[in-house]
């Protein structure tokens, strides 16, 4: 069974940093492409990164750009997200998610081509 346990979540001031890892583990066959989702109170959960089984792409949300930098070690079993610059408006839950239905990688930011997800990991961004 397929299972992912995301680390690295806490609070943090405005312009501080985190890093969030996501271990994944119970693979049967080659890795996943892997995406970076967080859900604030009374929001939609939304795309934040996503990075493709090799590495080759990889794609944020424009709230992101430039302050998040998405990565993966394939044989540690491992995706990172690298937070910089971090604002309040970032605070949420942050799950990492495996995507399980292949497809064109401009829809990355689809909630259902993501069969497993994890339990996420809180981020607080004071001002």
């Known amino acids: 069974q397929v299972q992912l346990v995301e680390s690295g979540g806490g609070s943090v001031q405005t312009g501080g940093s985190l890093r969030l890892s996501c271990a994944v583990s119970?693979?049967?066959?080659?890795?996943?492409?892997m995406g970076w989702f967080r859900q604030a109170p009374g929001k939609e959960r939304e795309g934040v990164a996503y990075?493709?089984?090799?590495?080759?792409?990889?794609y944020y949300a424009d709230s992101v750009k430039g302050r998040f930098i998405i990565s993966r070690d394939n044989a540690k079993n491992t995706v990172t997200l690298q937070m910089n610059s971090l604002k309040p408006e970032d605070t949420a839950m942050y799950y990492c998610?495996?995507?399980?239905?292949?497809?064109?990688?401009?829809?990355?930011?689809?909630?259902?081509?993501?069969?497993?997800w994890g339990q996420g990991t809180q981020v607080t961004v004071s001002s």
């Open positions: 998610a495996a995507r399980t239905i292949a497809g064109d990688d401009w829809y990355w930011y689809n909630n259902a081509l993501y069969g497993y």
């Open positions: 990075i493709s089984r090799a590495s080759i792409s990889s």
């Open positions: 119970g693979l049967t066959y080659g890795p996943f492409a």
